[in-house]
């Protein structure tokens, strides 16, 4: 069941996030961490629905609690004092809403990571590194192939094992299956060695053959990122975006640049979401 | 500027790797020699599951150190960033990869550059390499996750919320270290015959 | 034209005193699909090796090998690397990269080809093999005969002029067999690539060679046409290896001058020398369950005694997933004391789950297994059992520390004299050859002292001269006391050394009797010799049994 985003190109895709990871973490500024936020909430509902929502729950809204109690207790800078910890040290303000956003973007991350897990699966993670790291992907889908193959072998060696009864500790156990393990996975590569040089590996420079399609439509998406962000990071840079939590927080620049810039964003945030539903109303009024 | 500095370390992080990766794609490595890391990452990867039903014994950090010392300072560097990368396909990429890729690379490398030698001449000393296993799990894995942890959760940084936050993963790495030392004692040496084996196999 | 010419070669491995391929001299044609066959050890594989510059062995050879008239040390390692296709024995261990379209494209990566050029050859060849169904899968997902043809398309997407292939059908069932056969056929005659393959399940192959090279001892003892070099092997000690039909061609002292090598063929002989006026027999009914001796007798008996048998299972229902299907649904069985029972069932058929369940490693939802004594399992693999780096320590390793160090020495050597695997006990346990292997697991198993034995597929992959030795291995162990419980779809080893059959199916025991009651009812799962004579002579299962009906008829 792939949607639209899982039809990019791996090079859209990878840009998709890199852009929005940097943007989010370059500075933390409360009203991007918001867009990134909702904007991810929503991607990752999108492509995963209920399994997005359980593992929310279960896993990245309380690591993101944990952020926003840290901080106060660590931190304690700010001009406006709430009240003072039995050490004596004071509790501010500004480092409460210094922790809820680094909490949100820590969840904004998790929410990040979250569909680049659902997206780009290792096929496509090979694909980008094998453009500029031949050997090293081709030492990735290497591994990748030897992994299900070393489980299922595992799962024969513990059954022989057990099947020995040997009357040992589990520690013992586990070393003579590890040793097993160890033993039959040097063996085996000997000979698909021999099978990589039968079909020529090492006589010349190898290239890395990929089946993705690199359509017109993704040298628009990357453009419209690499301009988004690039806009924003110069009005970061021009102060024409400016945000700072101690000792006062404060919002200032430009505010007609920070708006088009914060609306901007948020398209980039939302254009892989945008692209999945436009698809599915496309659909629905086709039938 | 920044007050965020998980950002900019992780991308310094990123490019101290480029210099060995193109050194790797230089090196044109011959088929065997990439087979036997790619077997190595496997072994490193998946050997948590073969102990799985004892709790809390993570053998990881031990077979990149192993796979350093075995096939020198490259070669453990290789496999330490490698299983930490692949490790996470399996349990899922996050802002901790890029660290443990480090963390674990950088064990293999110094494992490498210390006792590879040694190896090589037939005179390594398991007791010295336990007590650089349990250095390498608590002082540079657990020192490089803790500044991971402490560099996301808190933007501004001071010594005592660094130090909160070293002395609570403490224990953690503790454990990781014991259970280093444990395999290192196990496994160093039966390991050391097996790739000499190998090696002589392999021509190499 | 000749493409491969082996000229006066010879080859000697460096630690060897003898050479492994004395002064070979043969000639392949453009074209040719040669089967090389021979018992193991005879220098099949060394010489296939040396066809393959990147697979020649460390050794000292002498003689020239010529591919197309040039040395084929002189190749350019892109020629020999495109134009000499070798596929080994282990189809896993081939495979290199996880995705289907990876690792068709390996090899023209390799090369350095674009892209383009790459996606048109895999698109080619995923069509000419029938890959396209499964060109987005994991190589981990596919089953055993679709990785034999993925090794093989990933090999012929590089368009070579020779494919070398050894035992490429050791590690396959019956029908994925027969069906890469067919294949290889079909490369050979479509696109006139020359085949050389090593292969010792005859039974196949004979039919689509052109030539054979029988080699013995490391010299050609014949090369030629196949009828030719058959009738030369027939009179060989290498009979005992061919064909059904070749033996009761053989045993019935080779009448008129074309051997049989198929059972049709083989049919066609009985027929005409033997049995022209005898009347075919239809079985009905009652003919099932004709076994008079005293075994079949028992075994018929429906109340059979607790303490005459091993382990019974009562009703016993097993799957893997709650939502899934039943791979074992109410089977009840009894296995008594003493004796070779053997389980025969198609592949894939839940025969392994089976034998799991009885060894108490996997647990059913339903139903009783009640067990004595203690039970072993050989695994189909039996490098599961290693974890030594030495054989000795192989074996001691089953006791634990407390023991006398001289008693542990004594058994573990008396074990090894036993299963004839005294030479290997020094030896790295992956050093030794497939059936010193299957040894060493035995007898590790051995000195756990169990009661009961479960082998699981035994025969697999191995020759007749190995199956020999491991039937009359098992044989002996029953006669000191033994219960062997074996399964295996291979018919003509259970018709010779089980004692009680049983024929497994779709999760149940279908029939029980002595081999001889199971088998004789069935024309197509049976022995060949009893596909080839046994509606003509009533009580003949074997070969042994046919040519010794066939020798009454004469006299």
């Given at each position: 069941?792939?949607?639209?985003?899982?039809?990019?190109?791996?090079?859209?895709?990878?840009?998709?996030?890199?852009?929005?990871?940097?943007?989010?973490?370059?500075?933390?500024?409360?009203?991007?961490?918001?867009?990134?936020?909702?904007?991810l909430?929503?991607?990752?509902?999108?492509?995963?629905?209920?399994?997005?929502?359980?593992?929310?729950?279960?896993?990245?809204?309380?690591?993101?609690?944990?952020?926003?109690?840290?901080?106060?207790?660590?931190?304690?800078?700010?001009?406006?004092?709430?009240a003072?910890?039995?050490?004596g040290?004071?509790?501010?303000?500004?480092?409460?809403?210094?922790?809820?956003?680094?909490?949100?973007?820590i969840?904004?991350?998790?929410?990040?990571?979250?569909?680049?897990?659902?997206v780009?699966?290792?096929?496509?993670?090979?694909?980008?590194?094998?453009?500029?790291?031949?050997?090293?992907?081709?030492?990735?889908?290497?591994?990748?192939?030897?992994?299900?193959?070393?489980?299922?072998?595992?799962?024969?060696?513990?059954?022989?094992?057990?099947?020995?009864?040997?009357?040992?500790?589990?520690?013992?156990?586990?070393?003579?299956?590890?040793?097993?393990?160890?033993?039959?996975?040097?063996?085996?590569?000997?000979?698909?060695?021999?099978?990589?040089?039968?079909r020529?590996?090492?006589?010349?420079?190898?290239?890395?053959?990929?089946?993705f399609?690199?359509?017109?439509?993704?040298?628009?998406?990357?453009?419209?990122?690499?301009?988004?962000?690039?806009?924003?990071?110069?009005?970061?840079?021009?102060?024409?975006?400016?945000?700072?939590?101690?000792?006062?927080?404060?919002?200032?620049?430009?505010?007609?640049?920070?708006?088009?810039?914060?609306?901007?964003y948020?398209?980039?945030?939302?254009?892989?979401?945008?692209d999945?539903?436009?698809?599915?109303?496309?659909?629905?009024?086709?039938? | 500027?920044?007050?965020?500095?998980?950002?900019?370390?992780?991308?310094?992080?990123?490019?101290?790797?480029i210099?060995?990766?193109?050194?790797?794609?230089?090196?044109?490595?011959?088929?065997?020699?990439?087979?036997?890391?790619?077997?190595?990452?496997?072994?490193?990867?998946?050997?948590?599951?073969?102990?799985?039903?004892?709790?809390?014994?993570?053998?990881?950090?031990?077979?990149?150190?192993?796979?350093?010392?075995?096939?020198?300072?490259?070669?453990?560097?290789?496999?330490?960033?490698?299983?930490?990368?692949?490790?996470?396909?399996?349990?899922?990429?996050?802002?901790?990869?890029?660290?443990?890729?480090?963390?674990?690379?950088?064990?293999?490398?110094?494992?490498?550059?210390?006792?590879?030698?040694?190896?090589?001449?037939?005179?390594?000393?398991?007791?010295?390499?336990?007590?650089?296993?349990?250095?390498?799990?608590?002082v540079?894995?657990?020192?490089?996750?803790?500044?991971?942890?402490?560099?996301?959760?808190?933007?501004?940084?001071?010594?005592?919320?660094?130090?909160?936050?070293?002395?609570?993963?403490?224990?953690?790495?503790?454990?990781?270290?014991?259970c280093?030392?444990?395999?290192?004692?196990?496994?160093?040496?039966?390991?050391?015959?097996?790739?000499?084996?190998?090696?002589?196999?392999?021509?190499? | 034209?000749?493409?491969?010419t082996?000229?006066?070669?010879?080859?000697?491995?460096?630690?060897?005193?003898?050479?492994?391929?004395?002064?070979?001299?043969?000639?392949?044609?453009?074209g040719?699909?040669?089967?090389?066959?021979?018992?193991?050890g005879?220098?099949?594989?060394?010489?296939?090796?040396?066809?393959?510059?990147?697979?020649?062995?460390?050794?000292?050879?002498?003689?020239?090998?010529?591919?197309?008239?040039?040395?084929?040390?002189?190749?350019?390692?892109?020629?020999?690397?495109?134009?000499?296709?070798?596929?080994?024995?282990?189809?896993?261990?081939?495979?290199?990269?996880?995705?289907?379209?990876?690792?068709?494209?390996?090899?023209?990566?390799?090369?350095?080809l674009?892209?383009?050029?790459?996606?048109?050859?895999?698109?080619?060849?995923?069509?000419?093999?029938?890959?396209?169904?499964?060109?987005?899968?994991?190589?981990?997902?596919?089953?055993?005969?679709?990785?034999?043809?993925?090794?093989?398309?990933?090999?012929?997407?590089?368009?070579?002029?020779?494919?070398?292939?050894?035992?490429?059908?050791?590690?396959?069932?019956?029908?994925?067999?027969s069906?890469?056969?067919?294949?290889?056929?079909?490369?050979?005659?479509?696109?006139?690539?020359?085949?050389?393959?090593?292969?010792?399940?005859?039974?196949?192959?004979?039919?689509?060679?052109?030539?054979?090279?029988?080699?013995?001892?490391?010299?050609?003892?014949?090369?030629?046409?196949?009828?030719?070099?058959?009738?030369?092997?027939?009179?060989?000690?290498?009979?005992?290896?061919?064909?059904?039909?070749?033996?009761?061609?053989?045993?019935?002292?080779?009448?008129?001058?074309?051997?049989?090598?198929?059972?049709?063929?083989?049919?066609?002989?009985?027929?005409?020398?033997?049995?022209?006026?005898?009347?075919?027999?239809?079985?009905?009914?009652k003919?099932?369950?004709?076994?008079?001796?005293?075994?079949?007798?028992?075994?018929?008996?429906?109340?059979?005694?607790?303490?005459?048998?091993i382990?019974?299972?009562?009703?016993v229902?097993?799957?893997?997933?709650?939502?899934?299907?039943?791979?074992?649904?109410?089977?009840?069985?009894n296995?008594?004391?003493?004796?070779?029972?053997?389980?025969?069932?198609?592949?894939?058929?839940?025969?392994?789950?089976?034998?799991?369940?009885?060894?108490?490693?996997?647990?059913?939802?339903?139903?009783?297994?009640?067990?004595?004594?203690?039970?072993?399992?050989?695994?189909?693999?039996?490098?599961?059992?290693?974890?030594?780096?030495?054989?000795?320590?192989?074996?001691?390793?089953?006791?634990?520390?407390?023991?006398?160090?001289n008693?542990?020495?004594?058994?573990?050597?008396?074990?090894?004299?036993?299963?004839?695997?005294?030479?290997?006990?020094?030896?790295?346990?992956?050093?030794?050859?497939?059936?010193?292997?299957?040894?060493?697991?035995?007898?590790?198993?051995?000195?756990?002292?169990?009661?009961?034995?479960?082998?699981?597929?035994?025969?697999?992959?191995?020759?007749?001269?190995?199956?020999?030795?491991?039937?009359?291995?098992?044989?002996?162990?029953?006669?000191?006391?033994?219960?062997?419980?074996?399964?295996?779809?291979?018919?003509?080893?259970?018709?010779?050394?089980?004692?009680?059959?049983?024929?497994?199916?779709?999760?149940?025991?279908v029939?029980?009797?002595?081999?001889?009651?199971?088998?004789?009812?069935?024309?197509?799962?049976?022995?060949?010799?009893?596909?080839?004579?046994?509606?003509?002579?009533?009580?003949?299962?074997?070969?042994?049994?046919?040519?010794?009906?066939?020798?009454?008829?004469?006299?």
């Amino acid at each position: 069941m792939a949607n639209q985003f899982e039809r990019w190109h791996p090079l859209t895709q990878f840009i998709y996030f890199l852009t929005v990871i940097v943007i989010m973490t370059v500075k933390l500024n409360p009203l991007i961490t918001l867009v990134t936020f909702f904007g991810l909430a929503l991607l990752g509902f999108l492509i995963a629905r209920g399994d997005f929502l359980k593992m929310s729950a279960r896993f990245f809204l309380p690591a993101s609690l944990i952020a926003i109690v840290i901080n106060p207790l660590f931190s304690h800078e700010g001009a406006t004092i709430l009240a003072y910890f039995p050490d004596g040290n004071p509790f501010t303000l500004e480092s409460v809403l210094y922790g809820i956003a680094s909490g949100l973007m820590i969840c904004g991350m998790c929410f990040l990571f979250y569909s680049f897990n659902t997206v780009m699966t290792s096929d496509r993670i090979m694909y980008l590194t094998g453009r500029l790291f031949r050997t090293l992907s081709l030492i990735i889908s290497m591994t990748l192939r030897f992994i299900p193959e070393f489980k299922r072998q595992l799962d024969k060696v513990k059954k022989a094992h057990r099947c020995l009864g040997l009357k040992q500790s589990r520690l013992k156990d586990g070393i003579d299956i590890m040793n097993s393990m160890i033993m039959w996975s040097f063996e085996k590569s000997i000979d698909r060695s021999d099978s990589m040089r039968a079909r020529g590996y090492g006589i010349r420079r190898r290239t890395s053959f990929h089946i993705f399609t690199f359509t017109v439509r993704d040298i628009y998406y990357i453009a419209l990122m690499l301009i988004v962000s690039g806009w924003y990071l110069t009005m970061l840079f021009t102060e024409n975006i400016y945000v700072t939590f101690y000792p006062l927080f404060y919002y200032g620049g430009n505010l007609i640049l920070s708006i088009i810039s914060y609306v901007l964003y948020s398209v980039l945030v939302l254009l892989p979401s945008i692209d999945i539903i436009l698809e599915e109303i496309k659909w629905k009024s086709l039938q | 500027m920044f007050e965020n500095y998980y950002l900019i370390s992780c991308i310094i992080i990123i490019l101290s790797f480029i210099p060995f990766m193109v050194m790797l794609e230089r090196r044109k490595p011959h088929a065997r020699e990439i087979m036997l890391v790619a077997v190595l990452v496997t072994i490193t990867v998946l050997s948590r599951a073969v102990f799985f039903m004892i709790p809390f014994f993570k053998p990881i950090l031990a077979f990149v150190i192993i796979s350093g010392i075995g096939l020198g300072a490259r070669t453990g560097l290789l496999v330490g960033t490698l299983s930490a990368f692949i490790s996470n396909f399996m349990f899922g990429q996050g802002p901790w990869t890029v660290w443990q890729m480090l963390a674990l690379g950088l064990c293999g490398f110094l494992a490498g550059l210390i006792f590879s030698g040694r190896y090589d001449e037939g005179k390594l000393h398991t007791v010295l390499v336990c007590i650089f296993g349990f250095i390498a799990a608590v002082v540079i894995y657990g020192g490089i996750m803790d500044t991971y942890t402490a560099l996301l959760y808190m933007g501004n940084m001071t010594k005592q919320s660094f130090f909160a936050i070293y002395l609570s993963g403490l224990p953690v790495n503790l454990i990781l270290g014991i259970c280093t030392v444990l395999c290192l004692a196990l496994f160093t040496k039966s390991m050391a015959r097996k790739l000499r084996r190998v090696k002589y196999k392999y021509n190499m | 034209m000749e493409i491969i010419t082996v000229d006066n070669f010879s080859f000697r491995y460096p630690d060897s005193k003898n050479d492994s391929l004395n002064n070979i001299n043969i000639g392949i044609d453009e074209g040719d699909f040669v089967l090389i066959c021979g018992k193991s050890g005879c220098g099949k594989t060394t010489l296939v090796k040396n066809l393959k510059p990147v697979m020649i062995p460390n050794g000292t050879s002498s003689g020239r090998i010529l591919y197309r008239g040039k040395d084929i040390n002189t190749l350019s390692p892109e020629g020999a690397a495109i134009n000499i296709g070798y596929v080994m024995q282990d189809t896993d261990t081939q495979i290199v990269t996880d995705k289907v379209w990876h690792e068709l494209a390996f090899g023209l990566e390799n090369m350095g080809l674009g892209n383009k050029l790459i996606k048109r050859r895999v698109a080619e060849i995923s069509n000419y093999f029938g890959i396209t169904e499964w060109f987005d899968k994991k190589t981990s997902e596919l089953s055993g005969g679709q990785r034999q043809i993925l090794t093989l398309a990933s090999i012929m997407v590089m368009k070579p002029e020779v494919l070398i292939l050894d035992e490429p059908t050791s590690q396959l069932c019956e029908v994925a067999a027969s069906e890469l056969v067919s294949i290889l056929k079909r490369i050979n005659e479509e696109l006139s690539t020359t085949i050389i393959m090593i292969e010792h399940r005859l039974e196949n192959v004979f039919s689509v060679a052109d030539k054979v090279l029988y080699m013995e001892a490391g010299k050609v003892t014949a090369y030629g046409a196949t009828k030719d070099v058959a009738a030369i092997m027939a009179k060989s000690d290498y009979i005992d290896a061919m064909p059904a039909s070749a033996r009761i061609y053989k045993g019935t002292g080779l009448h008129g001058g074309n051997i049989p090598l198929n059972i049709r063929d083989g049919r066609r002989y009985v027929k005409k020398y033997f049995v022209s006026g005898l009347e075919k027999k239809n079985f009905d009914e009652k003919d099932f369950c004709t076994d008079t001796s005293f075994l079949g007798k028992i075994l018929k008996d429906k109340k059979e005694k607790k303490e005459d048998c091993i382990i019974s299972l009562s009703e016993v229902s097993f799957r893997y997933e709650k939502t899934g299907a039943d791979i074992i649904s109410n089977l009840s069985m009894n296995v008594r004391k003493g004796l070779i029972t053997t389980v025969v069932g198609g592949n894939g058929s839940g025969k392994t789950t089976l034998l799991s369940v009885m060894a108490g490693l996997l647990k059913p939802y339903r139903g009783k297994i009640r067990t004595e004594g203690k039970i072993a399992m050989l695994p189909q693999n039996p490098e599961t059992l290693f974890s030594r780096d030495r054989v000795y320590d192989e074996l001691s390793m089953v006791f634990s520390k407390e023991n006398d160090k001289n008693l542990i020495h004594r058994l573990v050597c008396d074990m090894a004299e036993k299963f004839d695997i005294e030479h290997c006990l020094d030896m790295h346990p992956y050093d030794m050859s497939g059936g010193e292997k299957q040894r060493t697991a035995l007898a590790k198993l051995l000195l756990t002292s169990p009661e009961l034995l479960l082998l699981d597929e035994p025969t697999k992959g191995f020759d007749y001269y190995h199956k020999k030795k491991l039937g009359s291995i098992l044989r002996n162990l029953v006669y000191e006391g033994m219960t062997i419980l074996i399964v295996s779809h291979d018919t003509e080893f259970t018709a010779k050394y089980s004692d009680v059959c049983m024929m497994y199916f779709n999760g149940g025991i279908v029939c029980r009797g002595t081999p001889f009651d199971v088998f004789k009812g069935n024309s197509f799962y049976t022995t060949a010799a009893d596909r080839i004579a046994g509606d003509y002579f009533g009580n003949a299962l074997t070969v042994e049994d046919v040519i010794e009906e066939c020798l009454k008829i004469t006299t």
